[in-house]
C-alpha cells in the first residue's frame, strides 16, 4: 500500500522560510516522479514542484528562484524548500508520486497547511 506522509507546515510572516518534508512507503521510490501541488482555498490545485527519477526539475513560475526542491532516494523523501515566503503562497500542500507516465494510478499525500501571514 502506497504511502505518502507530509511534515513540515505552519504559520509564517511575508519573507519566512519552511521546509516541506514528504516521505513515501509501497513504491520503489527512485523510479518515481515526485512532486508537491498546492491548493488555495476557492482555486485549482496546482503543481508547485516536480522531480523526475533523472534529476530533472520543473518548477510554476511564480515560485521560481524562492522553492526548492530535493529528494533522498535512501530515506525515500522529497523535500520542498519555500523561501521568501509570500502571502499568495498560503495553501494546503500535496505531496504526490507517480511512475513514468501512470498519470492514473498517481498517489497524493494528505495535504499539509501552509500560512503565510503577518
Do not use: H
Not at 500535496?94 to 494528505?110: L, P, T, V
Amino acid at each position: 500500500q502506497v504511502q505518502l506522509v507530509e511534515s513540515g507546515g505552519g504559520l509564517v510572516q511575508p519573507g519566512g522560510f519552511l521546509r516541506l518534508s514528504c516521505t513515501a512507503s509501497g513504491i520503489t521510490f527512485s523510479f518515481y516522479y515526485m512532486g508537491w501541488y498546492r491548493q488555495a482555498p476557492g482555486k485549482q490545485r496546482e503543481l508547485v514542484a516536480g522531480l523526475s527519477s533523472s534529476g530533472s526539475t520543473e518548477y510554476i513560475d511564480s515560485v521560481k528562484g524562492r522553492f526548492t526542491i530535493s529528494r533522498d532516494n535512501a530515506k525515500n523523501m522529497v523535500y520542498l524548500q519555500m523561501n521568501s515566503l509570500k502571502l499568495e503562497d498560503t495553501a494546503v500542500y500535496y505531496c504526490y508520486a507517480r511512475f513514468r507516465n501512470d498519470y492514473r494510478n498517481a498517489n497524493w499525500g494528505q495535504g499539509t497547511q501552509v500560512t503565510v501571514s503577518s
